[in-house]
């Protein structure tokens, strides 16, 4: 949680409360006073802060990108996204985009960059924190299998990722953003 009396470019907090408390999914509510002085209504807001991710946009030896197709309970429905998840404490970033990449779609790469864009932040009206760090493997190839029996490897072009897969609604934007953006 923030505090009362923080200032920042968009405004004062004059009110941080815990509204539920969760330790995946604590609430805050929060109440703003911007720089013209006029009092925001009551946000909920996610706290994610502190807590940080690591996005695996993986590309075969073809330029065809490594996506995983699951099961995601918040949308009850399946999406294909870029390997994603949290970077575990003692792990660095890349540790995780690699390791993400492994149990998510059974893939691994030799070379890894890091994304030129520092980090890249979901929810952004709705959530304080979760810095989502890029990684590009290049030349992925299949190692094994995905972790959990209910992903699938999706393997795709940026054409069809463009055409086919993002207007059906089912690539998190979060997702769209790490495979869209120039390396």
């Known amino acids: 949680m923030r505090h009362e009396g923080e200032k920042t470019p968009v405004g004062t907090i004059v009110l941080e409360r815990l509204a539920f408390d969760h330790k995946f999914f604590p609430v805050v509510e929060r109440v703003v006073k911007t720089p013209e002085g006029t009092k925001r209504e009551p946000q909920l807001l996610w706290d994610r802060r502190g807590k940080r991710f690591a996005i695996a ?12 197709e699951e099961p ?48 890249l932040v979901d929810f952004a009206d709705k959530c304080d924190g979760g810095e989502h760090c890029i990684y590009y493997a290049v030349d992925a190839v299949r190692q094994g299998e995905p972790k959990y029996s209910d992903q699938k490897v999706i393997i795709a072009s940026k054409d069809k990722l463009i055409r086919h897969l993002i207007p059906t609604g089912i690539v998190p934007a979060i997702s769209i953003a790490a495979l869209l953006l120039p390396r």
């Open 57 to 68: 946009v993986a590309i075969d030896a073809h330029g065809d990108y490594i996506l995983v």
């Open 72 to 119: 995601k309970y918040g949308q009850m429905i399946r999406m294909v996204s870029a390997p994603t998840g949290a970077i575990r404490a003692g792990e660095s970033p890349l540790e995780a985009a690699k390791r993400e990449l492994l149990e998510e779609t059974g893939y691994v790469a030799a070379h890894w960059e890091e994304s030129r864009y520092h980090s």
